[in-house]
């Protein structure tokens, strides 16, 4: 079975840059030990300090989904209306 790939993107409301960085670095360490974790980067916009960006790797869409449901995961899902303007994540096949 062929690996899964996220690409999610965080636009943290205008101020709150430093609360929705200081969560989301939070989120690393436990994600990368979640079963069927492969890669799990986050990074930030050079040209706007609001976007943050995952990329992740999942052995299976079946684990990615028991990720989503972490404790860790579920806390930031709390906590994001509150801080971040907007999410969009893509789930994606590798295809070539």
Request: aromatic share 6%; with cysteine.
């Amino acid at each position: 079975m062929a690996s899964i790939h996220v690409v999610a993107t965080i636009v943290a409301k205008k101020g709150r840059e430093n609360d929705v960085e200081k969560i989301l670095t939070g989120l690393i360490a436990p994600s990368r030990k979640d079963p069927g974790c492969i890669l799990y980067d986050l990074h930030r916009s050079l040209e706007n300090p609001c976007v943050f960006v995952f990329y992740e790797t999942w052995e299976s869409q079946e684990l990615l989904g028991k990720h989503l449901e972490t404790p860790h995961l579920l806390a930031w899902r709390g906590k994001a209306p509150e801080l971040a303007e907007s999410m969009d994540v893509k789930v994606l096949e590798k295809i070539g």
